[in-house]
C-alpha cells in the first residue's frame, strides 16, 4: 500500500508529464492502490483518481470500482468526497454506470451525503440526460425498496428543474416509455408520482398528451374488468386512477369512459362499496368523483343508460313525503332524512348528462315516473328551504374570525350544498325542464385564472434524505386513499348534517 509521500510523489509524475500523461501508467496504478490505505491515503485517493481517470480508458474498470469502494467507506468525510467526485467519472459508455452507482447511494442518511449525491446527479443529467435516465430506470425497475422509492422521488422533484435544452423531446419521449414499463407494478403512492412525473412533461401539455395520459389511468383503473365493490384493493385503485385523471378531463378531453364504469358498473353497488380507509364515506367520495367528471363527457354511447342509472339512484336519496294519518299528523314514527351532500353530487351529474339529452325527464320517462320525481322534488325542495333559512340565520352578521371557527366553517359549507341543489332543483322544475345552470360544486374552490397562468406547483424540495419506509411488502402493499373531499365533509354530519326534517 503506498503511503502519502509516495502518492503525492506520483501525483507529481502524472501532473507534469502534461500531454504525456497516459504513458505513465504505473504512477496511476499507485494511485488506484491507495483506496488499500489509512485515512489520510484515502482522501488522496479519492481526490487523485477522478482527476486523471480520463487518460487512462484501459484502467476505466478498475478505477470507478475503487472511487465506489471510497464511496463506501466508514468515514463519512472520505464519502462524501469520493461522492462529489463521481461526475468526473462519467464519460462515453461510462455514465449509465455511474448514474446507476449514485442511484444507489440515494439511500443514505446522511443529509449532506443525499445533498451530494442529488447534485452530482443533476451534474451528469445535464451531460447525458438518456443516459442518466437509463441509470436511474434500471434501479427503479430492479433496485432495492428504498433506491426504488428514492429514484421516484428524485424525479417527481427534480425534473422540473432542468432546463429546456436537457428536457429535449427525445428525452421527454423515453421518460414516458420507461414509465409505462414501471406503471406495470407500481404503489398507489408510486402512481400517484409517475403521474405528476408524466403531467409536468412539456410534449404531454397537448391536448394529445393529456389523452395519452388519461388512456394511461385507465389502464392502471382496469376499465375492463367487472367492479368488485367488496374488495377494498379494486375500490382503492379506482379511486386513486379517478382522482388521477379528473384534473386531465377538459372539454378537449373527454371523460366519457370513465363516468359509463362509474354509471354501469359503481353506482349500482354504491351501498355494498367496502371502504379501504376507516372512517372515510365512500360512497360520498364516488358521487363528488362521478360529479366532477361530469362536466367533460363527450359522446355517449349508453346516454340514456347512464341517466337512467343516475335517475334510479337519485330516487333513492329523494324520499316521497311521508303519509298523513287522519288527525293531520305523520303515520310514520319519523321524517326520511334528507342527505344533501349526496343529493348535491347526483343532481349535479344528472344535470350535466340531462343537458345531452335534454328530453330525457318527458320523453323517456312515463307519465307516472315523471309525477313521482316531481313529488320528490317538492318535499327535497320544501325541506332545502327550511334548512336554507336556519343556516343563514346561524351566520347572519358574522364576518372575519367568528366564520373561522370549526362549527361555522362546516355550515358556511353546508349552505353552499343546499343553494347549489336549489339553483338545480328550480332548473328540473321548468316546463319544460331546463339545463341551463351553472354552479360551482361546493367542494371547488371558486377562482379567477389569470389567461397564462401556471398552477402553483405543491412540490417542496428539502435539502434532507427522506425517512426510510418500514420494512415490509411494498409494491404489493394497498395504498391508502387521500379524499379529494375538502376538509368538512366529513365534519358535516356533525352539525345535523342529514337531518330529520320534523313536521315539515
Given at each position: 500500500m503506498p503511503s502519502v509521500e509516495e502518492l503525492y510523489r506520483n501525483y507529481g509524475i502524472l501532473a507534469d508529464a502534461t500531454e504525456q500523461v497516459?504513458?505513465?501508467?504505473?504512477?496511476?496504478?499507485?494511485?488506484?492502490?491507495?483506496?488499500?490505505?489509512?485515512?489520510?491515503?484515502?482522501?488522496?485517493?479519492?481526490?487523485?483518481?477522478?482527476?486523471?481517470?480520463?487518460?487512462?480508458?484501459?484502467?476505466?474498470?478498475?478505477?470507478?470500482?475503487?472511487?465506489?469502494?471510497?464511496?463506501?467507506?466508514?468515514?463519512?468525510?472520505?464519502?462524501?468526497?469520493?461522492?462529489?467526485?463521481?461526475?468526473q467519472f462519467a464519460t462515453g459508455e461510462n455514465l449509465p454506470r455511474v448514474a446507476d452507482i449514485l442511484t444507489q447511494l440515494l439511500q443514505t442518511d446522511d443529509s449532506a451525503e443525499f445533498n451530494l449525491v442529488n447534485n452530482a446527479l443533476l451534474s451528469i443529467f445535464k451531460m447525458d440526460a438518456k443516459g442518466t435516465l437509463g441509470g436511474l430506470f434500471s434501479q427503479i425497475l430492479q433496485g432495492e425498496d428504498i433506491v426504488r422509492e428514492r429514484a421516484i422521488k428524485f424525479l417527481s422533484t427534480k425534473l422540473k428543474t432542468l432546463p429546456d435544452e436537457v428536457l429535449t423531446k427525445e428525452v421527454e419521449e423515453l421518460i414516458l416509455t420507461e414509465s409505462k414499463k414501471v406503471l406495470e407494478d407500481v404503489t398507489g403512492e408510486e402512481f400517484v408520482l409517475f403521474m405528476k412525473?408524466?403531467?409536468?412533461?412539456?410534449?404531454?401539455?397537448?391536448?394529445?398528451?393529456?389523452?395519452?395520459?388519461?388512456?394511461?389511468?385507465?389502464?392502471?383503473?382496469?376499465?375492463?374488468?367487472?367492479?368488485?365493490?367488496?374488495?377494498?384493493?379494486?375500490?382503492?385503485?379506482?379511486?386513486?386512477?379517478?382522482?388521477?385523471?379528473?384534473?386531465?378531463?377538459?372539454?378537449?378531453?373527454?371523460?366519457?369512459?370513465?363516468?359509463?364504469?362509474?354509471?354501469?358498473?359503481?353506482?349500482p353497488n354504491l351501498s355494498s362499496l367496502t371502504t379501504p380507509v376507516e372512517g372515510l364515506d365512500i360512497q360520498l367520495e364516488v358521487l363528488k368523483l362521478l360529479a366532477e367528471m361530469s362536466s367533460f363527457c363527450g359522446d355517449m354511447e349508453k346516454l340514456e343508460t347512464n341517466l337512467r342509472k343516475l335517475f334510479d339512484k337519485l330516487l333513492e336519496y329523494m324520499p316521497l313525503p311521508p303519509e298523513e294519518a287522519e288527525n293531520g299528523e305523520n303515520a310514520g314514527n319519523e321524517e326520511p332524512k334528507l342527505q344533501f351532500s349526496y343529493v348535491e353530487c347526483l343532481l349535479y351529474s344528472f344535470h350535466q348528462l340531462g343537458r345531452k339529452l335534454p328530453?330525457?325527464?318527458?320523453?323517456?320517462?312515463?307519465?307516472?315516473?315523471?309525477?313521482?320525481?316531481?313529488?320528490?322534488?317538492?318535499?327535497?325542495?320544501?325541506?332545502?328551504?327550511?334548512?336554507?333559512?336556519?343556516?343563514?340565520?346561524?351566520?347572519?352578521?358574522?364576518?372575519?374570525?367568528?366564520?373561522?371557527?370549526?362549527?361555522?366553517?362546516?355550515?358556511?359549507?353546508?349552505?353552499?350544498?343546499?343553494?347549489?341543489?336549489?339553483?338545480?332543483?328550480?332548473?328540473?322544475?321548468?316546463?319544460?325542464?331546463?339545463?341551463?345552470?351553472?354552479?360551482?360544486?361546493?367542494?371547488?374552490?371558486?377562482?379567477?385564472?389569470?389567461?397564462?397562468?401556471?398552477?402553483?406547483?405543491?412540490?417542496?424540495?428539502?435539502?434532507s434524505p427522506p425517512k426510510k419506509s418500514p420494512a415490509g411488502p411494498k409494491r404489493d402493499a394497498r395504498q391508502i386513499y387521500n379524499p379529494p373531499s375538502g376538509k368538512y365533509s366529513s365534519n358535516l354530519g356533525n352539525f345535523n348534517y342529514e337531518r330529520s326534517l320534523q313536521g315539515k
Amino acid at each position: 500500500m503506498p503511503s502519502v509521500e509516495e502518492l503525492y510523489r506520483n501525483y507529481g509524475i502524472l501532473a507534469d508529464a502534461t500531454e504525456q500523461v497516459g504513458q505513465h501508467k504505473e504512477a496511476y496504478q499507485v494511485i488506484l492502490d491507495g483506496v488499500k490505505g489509512g485515512t489520510k491515503e484515502k482522501r488522496l485517493a479519492a481526490q487523485f483518481i477522478p482527476k486523471f481517470f480520463k487518460h487512462f480508458p484501459e484502467l476505466a474498470d478498475s478505477a470507478i470500482n475503487a472511487q465506489l469502494d471510497l464511496c463506501e467507506d466508514e468515514d463519512v468525510s472520505i464519502r462524501r468526497q469520493a461522492i462529489k467526485e463521481l461526475p468526473q467519472f462519467a464519460t462515453g459508455e461510462n455514465l449509465p454506470r455511474v448514474a446507476d452507482i449514485l442511484t444507489q447511494l440515494l439511500q443514505t442518511d446522511d443529509s449532506a451525503e443525499f445533498n451530494l449525491v442529488n447534485n452530482a446527479l443533476l451534474s451528469i443529467f445535464k451531460m447525458d440526460a438518456k443516459g442518466t435516465l437509463g441509470g436511474l430506470f434500471s434501479q427503479i425497475l430492479q433496485g432495492e425498496d428504498i433506491v426504488r422509492e428514492r429514484a421516484i422521488k428524485f424525479l417527481s422533484t427534480k425534473l422540473k428543474t432542468l432546463p429546456d435544452e436537457v428536457l429535449t423531446k427525445e428525452v421527454e419521449e423515453l421518460i414516458l416509455t420507461e414509465s409505462k414499463k414501471v406503471l406495470e407494478d407500481v404503489t398507489g403512492e408510486e402512481f400517484v408520482l409517475f403521474m405528476k412525473i408524466l403531467s409536468g412533461l412539456k410534449s404531454l401539455q397537448t391536448v394529445s398528451g393529456r389523452q395519452q395520459l388519461v388512456e394511461l389511468v385507465a389502464e392502471q383503473a382496469d376499465l375492463e374488468q367487472t367492479f368488485n365493490p367488496s374488495d377494498p384493493d379494486c375500490v382503492d385503485r379506482l379511486l386513486q386512477c379517478t382522482r388521477q385523471a379528473v384534473p386531465l378531463f377538459s372539454k378537449n378531453v373527454h371523460s366519457t369512459r370513465f363516468v359509463t364504469y362509474f354509471c354501469e358498473q359503481v353506482l349500482p353497488n354504491l351501498s355494498s362499496l367496502t371502504t379501504p380507509v376507516e372512517g372515510l364515506d365512500i360512497q360520498l367520495e364516488v358521487l363528488k368523483l362521478l360529479a366532477e367528471m361530469s362536466s367533460f363527457c363527450g359522446d355517449m354511447e349508453k346516454l340514456e343508460t347512464n341517466l337512467r342509472k343516475l335517475f334510479d339512484k337519485l330516487l333513492e336519496y329523494m324520499p316521497l313525503p311521508p303519509e298523513e294519518a287522519e288527525n293531520g299528523e305523520n303515520a310514520g314514527n319519523e321524517e326520511p332524512k334528507l342527505q344533501f351532500s349526496y343529493v348535491e353530487c347526483l343532481l349535479y351529474s344528472f344535470h350535466q348528462l340531462g343537458r345531452k339529452l335534454p328530453d330525457f325527464l318527458t320523453a323517456k320517462l312515463n307519465a307516472e315516473k315523471l309525477k313521482d320525481f316531481k313529488i320528490r322534488l317538492q318535499y327535497f325542495a320544501r325541506g332545502l328551504q327550511v334548512y336554507i333559512r336556519q343556516l343563514r340565520l346561524a351566520l347572519q352578521g358574522k364576518t372575519g374570525e367568528a366564520l373561522k371557527t370549526e362549527e361555522n366553517k362546516i355550515k358556511v359549507v353546508a349552505l353552499k350544498i343546499t343553494n347549489n341543489i336549489n339553483v338545480l332543483i328550480k332548473d328540473l322544475f321548468h316546463i319544460p325542464p331546463s339545463y341551463k345552470s351553472t354552479v360551482t360544486l361546493s367542494w371547488k374552490p371558486v377562482q379567477k385564472v389569470e389567461i397564462g397562468q401556471k398552477r402553483a406547483n405543491e412540490d417542496t424540495t428539502s435539502g434532507s434524505p427522506p425517512k426510510k419506509s418500514p420494512a415490509g411488502p411494498k409494491r404489493d402493499a394497498r395504498q391508502i386513499y387521500n379524499p379529494p373531499s375538502g376538509k368538512y365533509s366529513s365534519n358535516l354530519g356533525n352539525f345535523n348534517y342529514e337531518r330529520s326534517l320534523q313536521g315539515k
